[in-house]
């Protein structure tokens, strides 16, 4: 068992990232020396249509393309979307049933993508996603994924972020070391999709309006961004399935923009985060 150096209030988690309860509320869980994280403040640039069909469990911009893993059952799928109109470019429908699809990240030249309770990884060549040349196997569950250049960078739903590398003999995943994720209320579980942004982890909590901005040293928290009430401002209208939550950063490193967005949501946002 792993030795957590804060004190935690252990609670169970349900599911994934598709149904369930949300997370524990720390507000009133005991205060730890850790200074409480730094708002992150944000402008909006612009805001363009999203495939509200897709159950978005992944993002990554890479070389001026938008990539997006989805899941649900019978549904999960890689694909290529144009970001300004939110149009399908190429996709490919995971044909095992069986399969829940969860986050993606691009990694030496190949697309890693996670599932969730399959305990496998399917790796993809960049220029071709019509099939996995490769899966790897996982003992955890999946939920966000993201690297660093140097190594992949793992959640499964719980306060731990594992930094692994793929070892191509044996088909899984070799652990480098672990993080975890923890701010003034205590640790914080349900950390989901993941982006590495200028040498911090950059990760929603699922069924929550907060990315939180996480230090690779130690799992800190030192920044928050509170998207609350963002979707429903630019999409009063619009009629939401359920589990349309919050979930999808990609972060474009030429332009410094961030894309935004959730699980069947109407809208992606292009966003800059203010120095």
């Not at 369930?20 to 720390?26: I, L, T």
């Given at each position: 068992?792993l030795?957590?150096?804060?004190?935690?209030?252990?609670?169970?988690?349900?599911?994934?990232?598709?149904?369930?309860?949300?997370?524990?509320?720390?507000?009133?869980?005991?205060?730890n020396?850790?200074?409480a994280?730094?708002?992150?403040?944000f402008?909006?640039?612009?805001?363009?249509?999203?495939?509200?069909?897709?159950?978005?469990?992944?993002?990554?911009?890479?070389?001026?393309?938008?990539?997006?893993?989805?899941?649900?059952?019978?549904e999960?799928?890689?694909?290529?979307?144009?970001?300004?109109?939110?149009?399908?470019?190429?996709?490919?429908?995971?044909?095992?049933?069986?399969?829940?699809?969860?986050?993606?990240?691009?990694?030496?030249?190949?697309?890693?993508?996670?599932?969730?309770?399959?305990?496998?990884?399917?790796?993809?060549?960049?220029?071709?996603?019509?099939?996995p040349?490769?899966?790897?196997?996982?003992?955890?569950?999946?939920w966000?994924?993201t690297?660093?250049g140097?190594?992949?960078?793992?959640?499964?739903?719980?306060?731990t972020?594992?930094?692994?590398?793929?070892?191509?003999?044996k088909n899984?995943?070799?652990?480098?070391?672990?993080?975890?994720?923890a701010?003034?209320?205590?640790?914080?579980?349900?950390?989901?999709?993941?982006?590495?942004?200028?040498?911090?982890?950059?990760?929603?909590?699922?069924?929550?309006?907060?990315?939180?901005?996480?230090?690779?040293?130690?799992g800190?928290?030192?920044?928050?961004?509170?998207?609350?009430?963002?979707?429903?401002?630019?999409?009063?209208?619009?009629?939401?399935?359920?589990?349309?939550?919050?979930?999808?950063i990609?972060?474009?490193?030429?332009?410094?923009?961030?894309?935004?967005?959730?699980?069947?949501?109407?809208?992606?946002?292009?966003?800059?985060?203010?120095?």
């Amino acid at each position: 068992m792993l030795k957590r150096i804060f004190t935690i209030v252990l609670i169970t988690v349900f599911s994934a990232c598709n149904t369930g309860d949300k997370p524990a509320d720390n507000d009133n869980a005991p205060v730890n020396t850790l200074p409480a994280p730094q708002p992150i403040t944000f402008s909006i640039d612009a805001v363009y249509p999203h495939d509200t069909a897709a159950f978005t469990q992944g993002l990554q911009f890479y070389n001026g393309k938008l990539y997006e893993g989805t899941g649900q059952y019978e549904e999960s799928t890689l694909r290529i979307v144009d970001p300004k109109t939110g149009k399908v470019e190429k996709k490919y429908l995971i044909p095992d049933t069986s399969i829940f699809g969860e986050g993606i990240t691009i990694f030496k030249n190949k697309i890693y993508q996670l599932t969730w309770k399959s305990n496998k990884i399917f790796v993809y060549d960049l220029n071709d996603i019509t099939h996995p040349i490769k899966t790897l196997s996982w003992p955890h569950d999946g939920w966000g994924i993201t690297n660093d250049g140097n190594s992949l960078i793992i959640s499964d739903g719980s306060d731990t972020i594992y930094y692994v590398l793929p070892d191509e003999e044996k088909n899984s995943m070799k652990q480098l070391k672990i993080i975890l994720v923890a701010d003034n209320t205590g640790s914080l579980d349900s950390i989901n999709e993941l982006e590495f942004i200028d040498g911090y982890i950059y990760a929603n909590r699922w069924q929550t309006d907060y990315i939180f901005k996480i230090d690779t040293s130690n799992g800190h928290v030192v920044g928050k961004m509170d998207l609350t009430g963002l979707l429903p401002q630019y999409a009063p209208d619009a009629k939401y399935k359920e589990g349309a939550v919050l979930n999808g950063i990609a972060y474009d490193s030429a332009t410094k923009k961030l894309y935004i967005t959730g699980k069947y949501w109407p809208k992606m946002f292009e966003m800059r985060l203010n120095k």
